[in-house]
C-alpha cells in the first residue's frame, strides 16, 4: 500500500485536538487536523458580533473586550494544564469581580437575606455543608473515580440529596446548584461528577463556586489562547470537513470527510461523547464506547445572555424552583448590564425570546428589563450534542475505564476522558496532552 499521507489524523478542533496536534508537532510528526465546523475551538465560542445593532440611539457596536463567550468560559489556577497554557502564550486573563453580596431566589421569591435559609433552618444548612464535605473527601481526582468504591455517589442528584438528609431550603440550593455546575437535570445528572468539581478544588466549597461562575475569564476570549494553540502547532487544519468514516487497516487508517480523505498511520479522535456514534468506524467501535455515545451525557442544559437594564450591577444570583438556575452580571456597558444566565434544562426558556427571558430574570431582579438575548443551541448542534460533559447516574461506574482506551490504530481524547475536570477547558488540555504522549510512544 501507498505510504500514509501523514503520522496522524486528529478529528476536531477543539482544545483537546488543538493541543494534541501542537505536542505532535513539536515532537517532528506530521499532523492533520480535520474539523467540522468553519471554525476552531469546538465548545468554546468567542463571539464579537453581539448585542451590537442599533439601539435608542446609543453607538452600534460593543466597546473592545466586551465581546461574548458562547461556551466556556472560566478557568481556576487549580485547572493547571491550561493554566500552564495560558502563561506559555502570555494570554490576558483577568479575575471575575466578587459581588457585594449574593442573591437568593425562593421560587421566583428574591430572599432578603444574607444566607439562603431562614436562622430556624441554620442547622440544616450547616448539616448539607458537612454531608458535602464528607463526600468530596472520599474522592481522590487523579485516579478513576470508578475505581474508589464510589457507586453510592454515582446516583442522580437529587437522590443523594435525599440519601444525605438534607432538608428544606439547603435541600433546595443544593439541588439547584448541583444542577447548575452539571447543566444537568437533578434526575439524570451524577452526583459523583459535580463531586469531583469539590475534591478538585481541595474540597473547598468556596473553590467550587470560583470553578463555576466567580474564576478567571480572558481578556480576548477563550480564542486567543485556542489561535495560540492552533499556530504553534502548525497543523495542517482542515475546516468545514465533517468526519464521516474512520477505516482501520493493519498498518493505516483512512479517515474520510465531507471533501475528501486522508491516510495516517494513527488517529486521534476527539468528538464530544453523543457525536461519536455519528462516526462509522471500521471496525466498529467498542461497544462501551458506543453504548455511552448513544446515551449521551447529561449535561443538556444551556446558557444565555442577557442585555439588562434594572438590575444591580454585581448581581451574582442562585435560586431555586426557578427557570435559571443562576444568573449573573459579568459587566456593565452604556447599554446596560450585561448578565449571564443558566439553566439545566435545555427547553427551560426559549433563549432567543427576549419576553420569556425576562420573564425569568425578574425571578432574580424584579425590576429587571431585557433589551436583547444571545445563545446558542449546543444541544440540538450536532458537533456538539450538549454542553459541558455531565456523566449521567451510572455512567461513570459503568463506562469511565472504556472511554480513553484506543481501539487498535484509533486513539481517543475530549475532555470527557479526562480524570480531573472532565466538563472543562482543563479537562481537554489534559486529555491532549495526555493522548499525544500516547501516540509519541508508539510512533
Ligand atoms: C455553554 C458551555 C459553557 C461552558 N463553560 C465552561 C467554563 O466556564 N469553563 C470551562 O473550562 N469549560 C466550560 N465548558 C466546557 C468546555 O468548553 C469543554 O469541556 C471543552 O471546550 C471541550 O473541548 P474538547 O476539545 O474536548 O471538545 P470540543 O470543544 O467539543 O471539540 C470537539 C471538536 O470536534 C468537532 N467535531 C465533532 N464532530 C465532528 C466530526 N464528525 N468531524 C470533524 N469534527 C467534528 C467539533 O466541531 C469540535 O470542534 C462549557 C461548555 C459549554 C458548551
Given at each position: 500500500m501507498k505510504q500514509p499521507q501523514v503520522d496522524v489524523v486528529i478529528v476536531g478542533a477543539g482544545f483537546a485536538g488543538l493541543t494534541a496536534a501542537r505536542d505532535l508537532g513539536a515532537a517532528g510528526r506530521r499532523v492533520c487536523v480535520v474539523e467540522a465546523r468553519d471554525r476552531i475551538g469546538g465548545r468554546t465560542w468567542y463571539r464579537t458580533d453581539l448585542f451590537d445593532g442599533p439601539l435608542d440611539g446609543l453607538p452600534d457596536g460593543l466597546p473592545d473586550g466586551h465581546g461574548l463567550e458562547m461556551g466556556g468560559t472560566w478557568i481556576v489556577p487549580q485547572q493547571t494544564f491550561v493554566s500552564a497554557e495560558v502563561r506559555r502564550y502570555g494570554i490576558a486573563i483577568s479575575d471575575s469581580a466578587l459581588p457585594s453580596r449574593m442573591t437568593w431566589s425562593d421560587r421566583g421569591t428574591v430572599l432578603d437575606s444574607l444566607l439562603p435559609v431562614p436562622p430556624a433552618e441554620l442547622d440544616r444548612l450547616e448539616h448539607a455543608v458537612r454531608a458535602l464535605l464528607a463526600a468530596g473527601a472520599r474522592l481522590d481526582v487523579d485516579r478513576p473515580l470508578s475505581a474508589q468504591g464510589l457507586a453510592d455517589l454515582d446516583v442522580p442528584i437529587r437522590r443523594w440529596a435525599d440519601e444525605a438528609g438534607l432538608e428544606g431550603n439547603a435541600r433546595e440550593l443544593l439541588i439547584s446548584w448541583f444542577c447548575g455546575c452539571g447543566n444537568a437535570s437533578a434526575d439524570t445528572g451524577s452526583a459523583l461528577d459535580v463531586l469531583r468539581w469539590l475534591a478538585a478544588m481541595d474540597n473547598s466549597l468556596w473553590g467550587m463556586v470560583k470553578a463555576s461562575v466567580l474564576g478567571q475569564t480572558f481578556d480576548d476570549g477563550t480564542a486567543s489562547l485556542a489561535r495560540a494553540l492552533a499556530d504553534d502547532g502548525g497543523a495542517d487544519i482542515r475546516l468545514s470537513s465533517p468526519v464521516r468514516s474512520v477505516r482501520q487497516s493493519a498498518d493505516h487508517v483512512v479517515v474520510t470527510y465531507d471533501g475528501g480523505s486522508v491516510s495516517a498511520r494513527r488517529v486521534l479522535v476527539t468528538v464530544p461523547l453523543g457525536v461519536l456514534q455519528d462516526i462509522a468506524f471500521e471496525p466498529a467501535l467498542a461497544p462501551a464506547k458506543l453504548a455511552i455515545s448513544k446515551e449521551n451525557h447529561a449535561g443538556q442544559g444551556q446558557k444565555v445572555w442577557a442585555l439588562a437594564r434594572?438590575?444591580?450591577?454585581?448581581l451574582s444570583g442562585y435560586g431555586w424552583g426557578t427557570v435559571f438556575d443562576y444568573v449573573g452580571a459579568m459587566r456593565t456597558h452604556p447599554r446596560g448590564v450585561v448578565l449571564v444566565c443558566f439553566a439545566p434544562e435545555h427547553d427551560a426558556v426559549d433563549g432567543e425570546d427576549v419576553r420569556a427571558v425576562q420573564r425569568a430574570v425578574r425571578e432574580y431582579a424584579p425590576d429587571a428589563e431585557v433589551i436583547a438575548t444571545a445563545t446558542h443551541d449546543w444541544v440540538g448542534d450536532p458537533w456538539s450534542r450538549g454542553t459541558w460533559t455531565t456523566f449521567r447516574a451510572g455512567q461513570i461506574t459503568k463506562y469511565e475505564r472504556h472511554l480513553a482506551t484506543p481501539e487498535g490504530l484509533v486513539h481517543f481524547a475530549g475532555a470527557h476522558t479526562a480524570h480531573r475536570w472532565p466538563g472543562f477547558i482543563d479537562g481537554a488540555v489534559d486529555s491532549g496532552r495526555r493522548a499525544a504522549a500516547e501516540l509519541l510512544e508508539l510512533l
Amino acid at each position: 500500500m501507498k505510504q500514509p499521507q501523514v503520522d496522524v489524523v486528529i478529528v476536531g478542533a477543539g482544545f483537546a485536538g488543538l493541543t494534541a496536534a501542537r505536542d505532535l508537532g513539536a515532537a517532528g510528526r506530521r499532523v492533520c487536523v480535520v474539523e467540522a465546523r468553519d471554525r476552531i475551538g469546538g465548545r468554546t465560542w468567542y463571539r464579537t458580533d453581539l448585542f451590537d445593532g442599533p439601539l435608542d440611539g446609543l453607538p452600534d457596536g460593543l466597546p473592545d473586550g466586551h465581546g461574548l463567550e458562547m461556551g466556556g468560559t472560566w478557568i481556576v489556577p487549580q485547572q493547571t494544564f491550561v493554566s500552564a497554557e495560558v502563561r506559555r502564550y502570555g494570554i490576558a486573563i483577568s479575575d471575575s469581580a466578587l459581588p457585594s453580596r449574593m442573591t437568593w431566589s425562593d421560587r421566583g421569591t428574591v430572599l432578603d437575606s444574607l444566607l439562603p435559609v431562614p436562622p430556624a433552618e441554620l442547622d440544616r444548612l450547616e448539616h448539607a455543608v458537612r454531608a458535602l464535605l464528607a463526600a468530596g473527601a472520599r474522592l481522590d481526582v487523579d485516579r478513576p473515580l470508578s475505581a474508589q468504591g464510589l457507586a453510592d455517589l454515582d446516583v442522580p442528584i437529587r437522590r443523594w440529596a435525599d440519601e444525605a438528609g438534607l432538608e428544606g431550603n439547603a435541600r433546595e440550593l443544593l439541588i439547584s446548584w448541583f444542577c447548575g455546575c452539571g447543566n444537568a437535570s437533578a434526575d439524570t445528572g451524577s452526583a459523583l461528577d459535580v463531586l469531583r468539581w469539590l475534591a478538585a478544588m481541595d474540597n473547598s466549597l468556596w473553590g467550587m463556586v470560583k470553578a463555576s461562575v466567580l474564576g478567571q475569564t480572558f481578556d480576548d476570549g477563550t480564542a486567543s489562547l485556542a489561535r495560540a494553540l492552533a499556530d504553534d502547532g502548525g497543523a495542517d487544519i482542515r475546516l468545514s470537513s465533517p468526519v464521516r468514516s474512520v477505516r482501520q487497516s493493519a498498518d493505516h487508517v483512512v479517515v474520510t470527510y465531507d471533501g475528501g480523505s486522508v491516510s495516517a498511520r494513527r488517529v486521534l479522535v476527539t468528538v464530544p461523547l453523543g457525536v461519536l456514534q455519528d462516526i462509522a468506524f471500521e471496525p466498529a467501535l467498542a461497544p462501551a464506547k458506543l453504548a455511552i455515545s448513544k446515551e449521551n451525557h447529561a449535561g443538556q442544559g444551556q446558557k444565555v445572555w442577557a442585555l439588562a437594564r434594572g438590575v444591580p450591577e454585581d448581581l451574582s444570583g442562585y435560586g431555586w424552583g426557578t427557570v435559571f438556575d443562576y444568573v449573573g452580571a459579568m459587566r456593565t456597558h452604556p447599554r446596560g448590564v450585561v448578565l449571564v444566565c443558566f439553566a439545566p434544562e435545555h427547553d427551560a426558556v426559549d433563549g432567543e425570546d427576549v419576553r420569556a427571558v425576562q420573564r425569568a430574570v425578574r425571578e432574580y431582579a424584579p425590576d429587571a428589563e431585557v433589551i436583547a438575548t444571545a445563545t446558542h443551541d449546543w444541544v440540538g448542534d450536532p458537533w456538539s450534542r450538549g454542553t459541558w460533559t455531565t456523566f449521567r447516574a451510572g455512567q461513570i461506574t459503568k463506562y469511565e475505564r472504556h472511554l480513553a482506551t484506543p481501539e487498535g490504530l484509533v486513539h481517543f481524547a475530549g475532555a470527557h476522558t479526562a480524570h480531573r475536570w472532565p466538563g472543562f477547558i482543563d479537562g481537554a488540555v489534559d486529555s491532549g496532552r495526555r493522548a499525544a504522549a500516547e501516540l509519541l510512544e508508539l510512533l
